[in-house]
């Protein structure tokens, strides 16, 4: 095995999922998981045979490869504007049970033209800013009126609310966690009554992630969460306190230079391991730092040389951000008791479009 | 065209090129570009067709995606240390002209003893610590000593050194960065000298990058420079003051969400848009400033409403690192005169081992 490489570790992804799967079951929320952590139809199935009933993706990209993959129920949670975009939309929609979001009426009056000339039908929500202002139409009678908007369209079948607190998913204290996705999740279940009152029923009210889905869940009237990070986790989640979940991802890196005490130059940098959410951690009880040292290199020192591999020894890094690391790789090596167990492709990395 | 994409202006890139070329013929220093940035064989092809004398890889894999591509000569610019590694280094010696670098004896004599095996020989140089103190043996004695040590070996053909002054790429200040380089290129020379005093001859002294090429090629003894990021520059390197080279690539994205006044919601975030470098910049004379919002979004704010561009509006983003941005995509497409003229593969993207 050559590294750097991404090592997934099978029995902690099956437990994870697991774990999600009981979750479901004894809050009665379903599970819609988000497939840009892991962008592996292969995974997407996996969740699936637990009781997901579908799969989220970020981008329409993703939602190809998925469908190529053979999933058939799929949410897109971002906005899709463009004419090209328009015509990849309606022609997946004609193999897999698509929904999408809205947050203007300009963008949701071009999909349903663009559906009604393709002869399809796509499920349709409104996407609601309860937190994070970044897409996401104000709650309360903007939605509603949104709401109504939509439901008038043709080829569009509306089915509800969105509303993605995603700025709460690495609030590390518990308490404060859930304060605020209560407060986030009183301005969704305020726009569903307010969408409600205009005769409209309300099948879907999708929100949360791996931070926040437990929180959500306790919430009626909320029928469905969208968590990603939960099958890997990261040094960054694995922070973020009172999550049920494990480890399962790590790359493993080798040391490729031992030029001075103290130092071990290893193989990985900025290339192989994302820092767009801090600074990877190193698995193991060594105390030993980690630090890119340019797009391929990086660098572990201790004052206490013992402690450094040797050369062409390895470690295991824990990525700071799964969904990142992931993107830089074309393949997982699935790893069971120590052994590699097998090669799954990444079909989704790069698919940014 | 579905954003975001990268897009290569190509008369830009031929200009960056064509300079190249010219100070090679000024100077008489040979050039051995870089691929890390682009990643990509045809666009190898250009420069060697150019006056390069052949290329430097980061890594084996960017090297096997040039040989595929059809490049024979390579400098493997960092230490390869495993039985696997090894076996792929003297596979691939088979099929292209291969020089690789050493900083400890250990590692070279595993790649002589595989070499040996194979029946191959490969070209080695010493890697030098000159300024940067990554990987290389120190200057001077322990430098001659690793050069007779190598030279001594089977199935390797000692040319020369290398030496890398990464850390002085992006000093903005050119008299700052020429004196740090003078000094780099210092303890460089006087290593030669030491192995020149050991009877051993050096043919190869490969240093420098975009940023300090200009004044490595003015000392005497330095053979060829490794400059990189040249092709396509990036904001950061647009800051670096002196150099001769121009924009070449940005990545086009789409505003899908004007969600209120002052802010426009883009379509590219850490997936398509490296920040290890900093923030990228927005193209052009509005003043817009872009900030990533999560893995597939970005924001564009400005107080001035009207600036911004609107739902389906496209900006072109700098990247602050072209290596790393051009690393999570599978394609450039290749701008002239406005239109697009081809499509080509990042063959070697991800190629991380």
Redesign the interface.
């Known amino acids: ?5 991404l090592l997934l570790d099978l029995d902690a992804l099956h437990r994870n999922i697991a774990r999600m799967a009981e979750f479901s079951k004894t809050t009665g929320c379903r599970v819609r998981p988000h497939v ?1 952590s892991h962008k592996t139809p292969r995974v997407a199935r996996m969740q699936i045979d637990a009781g997901a009933i579908g799969v989220t993706c ?3 990209g993703e939602a190809e490869a998925m469908v190529a993959g053979g999933i058939t129920s799929i949410l897109i949670s ?5 004419e ?2 328009l015509a ?1 939309l309606t022609s997946l929609a004609r193999h897999a049970n698509i929904t999408t979001v809205f ?2 009426r ?2 949701a009056a071009a999909v349903a033209a663009a559906a009604k000339q393709a002869d399809v039908t796509l499920g349709a929500l409104v996407d609601v ?1 309860v937190a994070q ?5 104000e709650p309360g009678t903007p939605g509603a009126d949104l709401a109504e908007y939509v439901a008038g369209l043709p080829n569009l079948r509306f089915e509800g609310l969105q509303g993605y607190e ?1 700025n709460l998913q690495h609030v590390y204290d518990p308490g404060e966690r859930r304060t605020r996705c209560d407060e986030a999740m009183g301005k969704l279940l305020a726009t569903r009554r307010a969408v409600e009152a205009r005769g409209l029923p309300v099948r879907i009210v999708s929100t949360a992630g791996t931070g926040t889905c437990a929180f959500a869940a306790a919430h009626e009237g909320v029928t469905e969460v969208q968590p990603g990070s939960y099958i890997f986790m990261d040094a960054d989640y694995l922070s973020v306190g009172g999550l049920p979940f494990e480890l399962a991802l790590t790359l493993l890196t ?6 001075r005490r103290g ?1 071990a ?1 290893v ?2 940098g ?3 391991i ?3 959410a801090g600074m990877p951690r190193v698995s193991g009880d060594g105390g030993l730092v980690y630090k ?6 990086g ?1 572990l020192e201790s004052p206490n040389d013992d402690v450094l591999p040797a ?2 020894g390895v470690v295991q890094l824990v990525p700071s951000h799964c ?2 690391t992931v ?4 393949n997982f090596f699935v790893v069971r008791d120590g052994r590699v167990q097998a090669i799954w492709t990444i079909a989704a ?2 698919r ?2």
Chains 1, 2 share one sequence.
């Open positions: 095995m050559d590294t750097p490489v840009k970020a981008k329409l971002t906005e899709l504007v463009g090209s975009k990849r947050d203007n300009t963008a800013n202002d970044r897409t996401g139409v995603g080798t040391v490729i230079s031992r030029p130092v130059i193989d990985a900025f290339k192989s994302s820092t767009d890119p040292h340019g797009d391929e290199h660098r050369l062409g969904d990142t993107n830089l790789h074309d990395r790069g940014v479009s």
